[in-house]
């Protein structure tokens, strides 16, 4: 496989301008008829080469200006080598694809009897030949001819122009998009589909239509989706001036797709995980994530599709900034402060859990990657999650008007574009002149340069007599691959001084400063080290550093636990009283790691502290739902750092669990009873945290009766199982006696099956809850994971389905995926390897599993490499799975 490189960028030497594409549907053999407008790029010589790209396509005809024209075929390209030497004309190609043979999903293909695309990054190419790449922005007109009975719905971007009846039972729809795009952007679904609509009127008093596509019977699960969609259009309308520019938005789901969904202009293509919702079968997380994606996809309306990449590497310009703008979305639906402390909370979870694993590993690349050999494999936690952090981090140094104003710029220079990185961070400096983001550009940059997550050391101590505190900050970075040495970037360490007797927020002061500056601020570190002096520090404080996760790096403060407890109770930054906790358990987890003894017995003040976290009433239940959940395994595995022994994490672990629910018994009864919800679902933050907190609480208390061999709770989870009247609570019961290992748990999957026959959403569920279920102690998990893919309801052929039971078991389940006996590295390879041979895409993914395998002991280490090897060393790999298990051995 090529490797290609971002500093070989080149314009193309020809322009499309538009493109008339004629698709006549058929699932064996599609035929498409395109007719490109093409012009010579300025620069470029007359007659010069057009190559355009193909990828399993049968060419049938080439026409230049009506002419046959000379044409040869090299590795899918089409090249014509003496194309009109005229500054433009148009070329009619008319070609074939296969949809039902298309089990990839990247292109066109069939699922559920409709047919669909998925085009980026580069399906296009599987659909018609074509410079398939974001810099050329056409404007479509598509034509759709299909059976009418078999496919009644057909629909592309932009707005309808005509539709009428055709002989032999068929029908046509002809649509046009008056906005150039880029390929990737492009999209046609035809199905037998319902929908949902709803007119809005903007601000500007423009009416629009949108709509919620789904299969029948779906229909009475998408009133949430349309909610999030008109929420979204009205919020990027009030936050950030950007209107819906076309008079119809569609939404359509689909049960077959690789990832969650797809931005295509004013048609957006769904995963049904992220459209379909209904109290009984879908989970509060799961409205959150419906909420979340529909408003990504509809952001992307601006933030992609009318600025787009000027290449691949740039992927983080749209990626990045729309996660950004969606995260700020969520939070301002959330409403309360603490509401918005709590998602801040999970994202920075979810950015430790899978970001900072891959910073750390071989597929650690920058924000903007410098090579690649296959894009698909670059839509990463780092480019979309690191990147979200990147723009959090700009808007942090220039505020948030700032931030809007560095927004107007970005749109008035570039509105139409397909640009990069550094334009964006230019038109967000330019418009903020004076800020530090302005004065040390150079340095902020190096967030898109360089990979790795930065280590920030921060020391302090304070002179009681001159009443001076000093904070050392310094920041370094771990080599990574391709890059041995790190530049210092920019980190805005937003802080706080909290005092130490009674945790009341300090003044601060620098020297040198006329008056205080408030109790919270940003301090902004250019050099690998810098000393900031307070004055007037009237108590000895505890440093509250990295407020809200103020930059994605590592800290390191030195508190000790007497700080730590300070910070939990006092701090006036939620985000910074939840990670004292994390700290607090972390600590006491790192501390028995050595050797091969239990966790020695929970001391009281940590004990204490949580109990108060638990029966505060002053707090959310939602936070406190936070405070009291452990770290997860993968992260406590993620500081250690190397020589990690799976088991041993999950055993202390377990033990702290155990001993948390047992102490705290009485605690759990009291949350779980006073967090019940009394009036009817709804999916909003408070109702969710109240549930959530009631959740963890009944997961307690099972996990101690079964322990104590006390049948009372697991009876109780039983019974709310059968009868909760919504699936948070159903599901949270029935985890509650899974996770415990209750001999109720059986026959309530049982159940659970039985109940939700056919909805293919909640099955996904049912095998992904028995993929990360707790290992138990004879074994067993890896043969419970193999019965299941013998299942009838199985199928490596639908990603939510494989993926739900097999990265549930190799990505999420630790404890059962690292046997000493290697069993579930030969499973992951075996598997790794058959889906590879059915859609690569999926099969890259779980390749990732084993990412970290450098970082575990032996006897672990040497298995994994084994399996890694044995992959990589298979014949015909995709470039996709080539290029993850290559680089996992270098
Ligand atoms: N832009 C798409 C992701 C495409 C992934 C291609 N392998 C969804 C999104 O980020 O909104
Ligand atoms: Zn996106």
Not at 220 to 237: F, G, Q, R
Not at 452 to 477: D, F, H, I, W
Request: charged content about 25%; hydrophobic content about 45%; overall charge negative.
């Amino acid at each position: 496989a090529t490797v290609i490189r971002r500093e070989d960028y080149a314009a193309p030497a020809y322009w499309i301008r538009s493109v008339e594409l004629t698709f006549d549907l058929d699932p064996a053999k599609t035929i498409v008829a395109s007719r490109l407008t093409v012009e010579r790029h300025a620069d470029a010589a007359p007659g010069a080469p057009l190559v355009l790209h193909g990828d399993g396509l049968v060419l049938l005809r080439c026409l230049a200006d009506g002419e046959s024209v000379s044409f040869r075929q090299d590795d899918g390209l089409l090249v014509i080598d003496n194309p009109p030497d005229q500054p433009s004309f148009t070329l009619e190609i008319r070609n074939t694809c296969a949809p039902e043979k298309n089990t990839q999903l990247s292109g066109l293909y069939t699922s559920g009897g409709g047919f669909f695309t998925q085009c980026e990054a580069e399906g296009f190419r599987r659909i018609t030949y074509f410079l398939d790449r974001p810099d050329v922005m056409a404007v479509y007109t598509v034509t759709l001819r299909a059976d009418k009975a078999k496919y009644p719905v057909l629909l592309s971007n932009g707005n309808l122009l005509e539709q009428a009846d055709l002989p032999n039972g068929r029908h046509m729809a002809k649509w046009h998009d008056p906005f150039p795009k880029p390929s990737y952007l492009f999209a046609l679904v035809a199905a037998d589909l319902v929908c949902r609509e709803q007119r809005i009127t903007a601000r500007n008093g423009k009416e629009h239509l949108l709509q919620v596509h789904v299969r029948r019977g779906d229909l009475d699960k998408t009133e949430h989706a349309m909610n999030a969609l008109i929420a979204s259009v009205a919020w990027d309308e009030a936050r950030f001036g950007l209107p819906l520019d076309l008079e119809r938005f569609m939404v359509v789901a689909v049960g077959d797709f690789n990832m969650g969904a797809m931005e295509n202009k004013g048609l957006n293509i769904f995963n049904t995980k992220y459209v379909l919702a209904s109290p009984a079968t879908a989970t509060d997380d799961d409205f959150a994530g419906i909420e979340s994606v529909v408003a990504h996809e509809y952001f992307h309306n601006w933030t992609g599709n009318r600025i787009t990449c000027r290449d691949w590497f740039q992927l983080s310009l749209k990626e990045g900034l729309t996660v950004y703008r969606d995260q700020e979305f969520s939070m301002d639906m959330a409403g309360s402060a603490s509401a918005r402390a709590v998602l801040r909370i999970d994202a920075v979870r979810n950015l430790r859990a899978v970001q900072f694993p891959e910073d750390a590993g071989p597929m650690a690349h920058p924000v903007r990657p410098d090579s690649y050999s296959e894009i698909n494999n670059f839509y990463t936690a780092t480019v979309y999650e690191k990147g979200a952090e990147v723009v959090r981090m700009m808007a942090t140094l220039v505020g948030r008007a700032g931030f809007r104003a560095g927004m107007d710029l970005y749109f008035q220079r570039h509105d139409g574009q397909a640009v990069t990185c550094d334009d964006f961070a230019q038109a967000i400096a330019d418009a903020n002149p004076g800020s530090a983001l302005a004065s040390h550009l150079g340095h902020f940059k190096q967030w898109y340069a360089q990979a790795g997550t930065p280590r920030l050391q921060a020391r302090g101590s304070y002179n009681e007599a001159a009443r001076r505190y000093t904070l050392t900050l310094r920041q370094s970075g771990a080599p990574s691959p391709g890059q041995p040495e790190k530049q210092p970037g920019l980190v805005p360490v937003l802080m706080g001084l909290v005092a130490a007797d009674d945790g009341r927020a300090l003044p601060l002061k620098l020297e040198g400063e006329a008056q205080a500056t408030g109790t919270e601020r940003v301090l902004v570190l250019t050099e690998a080290e810098q000393t900031f002096t307070f004055v007037n520090v009237e108590a000895p404080p505890v440093p509250s550093l990295l407020r809200g996760f103020s930059a994605p790096v590592t800290l390191d403060d030195g508190l000790d636990d007497a700080a730590l407890l300070v910070l939990l109770q006092h701090d006036a930054d939620a985000f910074n009283r939840w990670e004292a906790g994390q700290r607090l358990s972390l600590g006491r987890l790192l501390a028995a790691l050595p050797g091969d003894a239990d966790l020695p017995p929970l001391d009281d003040a940590y004990l204490q502290a949580l109990r108060r976290v638990l029966r505060d009433d002053t707090l959310d239940p939602a936070f406190k739902d936070q405070v009291l959940q452990l770290p997860s395994e993968v992260y406590v595995a993620e500081v250690v750092g190397s020589e990690v022994n799976p088991q041993r994490i999950h055993r202390l672990r377990e033990q702290l669990r155990g001993q948390l629910a047992s102490a705290l018994r009485d605690d759990w009864v009291w949350a779980f009873e006073a967090h019940q919800v009394r009036e009817g679902y709804r999916p909003n933050a408070a109702q969710a945290g109240q549930r959530a907190l009631a959740n963890q609480a009944l997961r307690m208390l099972v996990l101690d009766a079964v322990a104590s061999g006390d049948t009372v709770w697991p009876g109780r989870a039983y019974q709310r199982f059968k009868d909760a009247g919504n699936m948070t609570d159903r599901f949270g019961a029935l985890s509650a006696l899974v996770d415990a290992q209750s001999p109720l748990a059986e026959p309530a999957l049982a159940r659970f099956h039985a109940l939700f026959a056919g909805d293919d959403l909640v099955i996904d569920k049912w095998f992904n809850l028995q993929a990360t279920a707790n290992e138990p102690a004879s074994g067993g998990g890896l043969q419970r994971v193999k019965a299941l893919m013998q299942h009838a309801d199985f199928s490596l052929k639908n990603p939510n389905r494989a993926r739900a039971l097999l990265s549930g078991f190799c990505r999420d389940n630790p404890a059962a995926f690292h046997r000493t006996d290697a069993a579930g590295y030969v499973f992951w390879a075996d598997r790794v390897l058959e889906l590879d041979a059915i859609n690569p895409q999926l099969a890259a993914r779980l390749a990732r599993a084993m990412d970290r395998w450098r970082a575990l002991a032996e006897p672990w280490r040497s298995a994994a490499r084994e399996a890694v090897a044995r992959v990589a060393a298979a014949p015909r790999l995709s470039d996709d799975v080539r290029e993850i298990v290559t680089k996992a051995l270098d």
